[in-house]
């Protein structure tokens, strides 16, 4: 059917315990383009690095002529395209050298309602890492040094923060004001 749906999407940021993790509604005519900014956004990244999606066994990111050539341009393709049924996965990878995989399931599809904006933001559990930290595997050694004050790399880790960091922190609402901007 032609009718605009909603998705209601999870990610996860995969091998983070506890889990950081974020529920989104985007609209299924959504560019895999501007479903990267939105990922960027609710997730908390700074998009400062490479970022590629992986569906059904195809990449889609933002095509280069040094890197590979089998890449699809991402603003030519919707998320409703390609995505047609509740429960299936892809993933959205950020920074191939800290490597931030995260797993998107597509929890449901939905009618659009008319009094909302989308996309939205309508739930989500402890803040993102700092990009550049070391991945997945560098993340812990980061939150170590910063919460126990006779680590080694105590005060240069928290300088490098800017003061303090909650990893326990999400501001949905700086989020949802974030994506009103995105049409």
């Not at 059917?1 to 315990?17: D, F, M, Q, V, Y």
């Not at 008319?114 to 070391?134: M, S, T, V």
């Amino acid at each position: 059917s032609h009718e605009l749906k909603t998705p209601l999407t999870a990610i996860t940021l995969r091998e983070s315990k506890p889990p950081i993790w974020r529920r989104i509604q985007v609209k299924s005519n959504t560019t895999l383009a501007k479903l990267h900014d939105i990922f960027q956004i609710v997730m908390g990244w700074t998009d400062s690095h490479l970022h590629q999606f992986i569906i059904h066994g195809a990449e889609y990111g933002v095509p280069h002529p040094d890197y590979d050539m089998d890449m699809e341009d991402e603003k030519h393709f919707k998320l409703g395209k390609l995505i047609f049924a509740e429960k299936e996965r892809f993933i959205y990878q950020y920074d191939f050298g800290d490597s931030w995989e995260h797993e998107i399931i597509v929890e449901k599809i939905l009618p659009i309602e008319k009094d909302l904006h989308y996309p939205i933001c309508l739930k989500g559990n402890r803040a993102c890492p700092p990009e550049d930290c070391g991945g997945i595997w560098g993340y812990p050694d980061f939150l170590e040094a910063i919460e126990n004050v006779n680590h080694p790399e105590h005060n240069d880790m928290l300088e490098w923060i800017g003061g303090k960091f909650d990893p326990e922190e999400f501001d949905i609402e700086s989020a949802n004001k974030k994506l009103k901007r995105i049409k």
